[in-house]
């Protein structure tokens, strides 16, 4: 009884709380990360207030005068400017038809590399080439491979007894042509994405299949896409987000032209802040930009949750 009273009483004696030791562990693995935090809160969460803050007021660099609050002024100007809808539309295009045709070509490739064969790992190696390709480098390479004189392409037409062809210069044909060098560089990335996912898969799902005398096209249907509906959604978000802020391969070759024709928001973004001057409408530009991603994403995102 003794012996049991004794050992209650140390115990009673423990204070209940977490040990002075362990809270000094966990104050310092906390600290490690405040460096951090605070470069990121430098480089990203400080300059993303800022941009805000002055989308509110109107300045223009070139005049020399202090930011004006103007209020909501010129997201209004933006919503009744025309060269602002059209931009919008170019974008939504292009993105809606990059994403769409780099998946399908994705998920053919992921379909043919699931088995290997000889040769398999070459194969993939010059696939995901142009991935690793600067987007300047590679925009740089299409405008001179494109060029209607002295470009490769032409000079491949003319061998063939073609008609040389305006490319990047013609209002019907520039927009069209970005999208295919899109699609040139950036399909192997959601081609890694989906030959992961589809090796990923067990082999018993297949097997049972087959032996049930499923097709290939059924098997694929039933069992492939919905098993990768993760992967596929992530993958997509992510080329989709990366499709909007299109920029790099504009610049170097068409600029927004012919007529507009490839002024994507990207594009007007960088027009109307470091050509034009105007940061304001610049910064309303961005956030109204950052508007349509977050709406589309999350579309995309809330349909998904809908058929789970």
């Known amino acids: ?23 000094k562990r966990h104050v310092g693995r906390y600290a490690v990360m405040f460096p951090g935090l605070l470069f990121l809160a430098a480089l ?23 930011p004006r609050f103007v209020g909501l002024e010129n997201y209004a100007a933006l919503l009744t400017d025309e060269a602002f809808w059209t931009s919008v539309r170019v974008t939504v295009v292009f993105v809606v038809f990059a994403v ?36 300047v480098a590679v925009g740089l390479l299409a405008k001179f491979s494109l060029e209607p004189t002295f470009g490769i392409v032409n000079q491949l037409l003319r061998a063939i007894g073609l008609p040389t062809t305006e490319f990047l210069g013609s209002p019907i044909l520039a927009l ?33 299949s087959k032996l049930d005398g499923a097709s290939w096209p059924r098997i694929i249907w039933h069992q492939f896409l919905p098993l990768l509906k993760y992967p596929i959604l992530v993958g997509v978000l992510l080329r989709l987000i990366d499709a909007f802020r299109v920029y790099d391969i504009v610049f170097m070759t068409t600029r927004g032209g012919p007529i507009d ?8 973004i960088y ?5 034009s001057f105007t940061i304001s409408y610049a910064a309303a530009y961005s956030w109204l930009l950052l508007i349509l991603v977050l709406l589309v994403v999350n579309t995309l995102l809330r349909r998904m949750s809908v058929r789970n």
């Open 1 to 23: 009884m003794t012996s049991t009273t004794q050992i209650g009483a140390r115990t009673a004696d423990k204070p209940s709380g977490p040990r002075p030791g362990r809270q």
């Open 44 to 66: 990203a969460i400080y300059p993303t207030i800022y941009s805000l803050v002055i989308s509110l007021t109107r300045w223009r660099v070139t005049t020399g005068e202090d």
């Open 100 to 135: 769409l045709i780099e998946f399908l070509l994705a998920f053919g490739l992921a379909l043919l590399f699931f088995r290997n064969f000889p040769g398999d790992k070459i194969m993939r190696a010059l696939i995901l080439m142009p991935m690793l390709v600067a987007p």
């Open 176 to 208: 069209p042509t970005l999208i295919a060098i899109d699609v040139w560089q950036w399909t192997p990335f959601l081609f890694l994405i989906l030959l992961a996912a589809l090796q990923a898969l067990p082999e018993e799902v297949i097997e049972a």
């Open 261 to 268: 024709a490839t002024s994507t928001m990207s594009w007007q």
């Open 271 to 275: 027009d109307v802040g470091f050509r």
